[in-house]
């Protein structure tokens, strides 16, 4: 559990930034509440599922499960609290393999959807739809005080800093690979 613990608070962080919330913010929250997690998970309301590499023997990845989701009529669904991989394994269906692997535990379940939120600045929306998610329906905010525009704004220079963070990270993964092909 320290491992995924880990995983949330740093691979987790260069994967899911909100609106309302910078990924240090979500991390210290990580921290904060991974004990009524592991309780939850204990409890069988939620799941943890990781990703490993083998060769390495090591956890690259993980995909947070809630088990006992609703949908707006009330139909109970699982839902993808959070998911993760390490940087360095970007780009290596890691994220494919922990949706399918949940998409089995939901169907074992004889639960017949699975859901989750993507924030609007996130590129990675795209990669749900070709995980066989639907575009189901857009979540708007507005701030209502100087306090919630503060939030916004924050959060903002915070997504611009995380975007210029992924270009460099994609760029030296590009730049390996022309390595690795000898151009």
Not at 48 to 76: C, H, I, P, Q, T
Not at 150 to 166: F, G, P, Y
Request: with cysteine; aromatic share 10%.
């Amino acid at each position: 559990m320290d491992l995924i613990l880990e995983l949330a608070t740093s691979a987790s962080i260069f994967t899911f930034s909100a609106l309302r919330s910078t990924s240090i913010e979500r991390a210290q929250f990580m921290r904060r509440e991974f004990a009524s997690l592991r309780m939850w998970v204990r409890q069988g309301k939620y799941r943890f599922l990781v990703a490993r590499d083998r060769e390495l023997d090591k956890s690259v990845g993980y995909l947070l499960l809630n088990l006992y989701g609703m949908d707006d009529l009330g139909r109970r669904q699982t839902f993808v609290e959070d998911i993760a991989a390490l940087p360095e394994y970007w780009g290596r269906g890691i994220g494919h393999a922990l949706f399918d692997h949940a998409t089995e535990v939901t169907a074992s379940l004889g639960i017949d959807f699975m859901g989750g939120e993507v924030a609007g600045g996130n590129p990675r929306w795209q990669s749900a739809l070709r995980n066989r998610f639907e575009l189901e329906a857009y979540r708007v905010v507005r701030a209502c005080t100087p306090r919630g525009q503060e939030i916004l704004d924050r959060c903002k220079q915070t997504q611009q800093a995380h975007e210029s963070l992924q270009d460099q990270l994609k760029a030296r993964q590009e730049k390996r690979t022309r390595r690795r092909e000898g151009r």
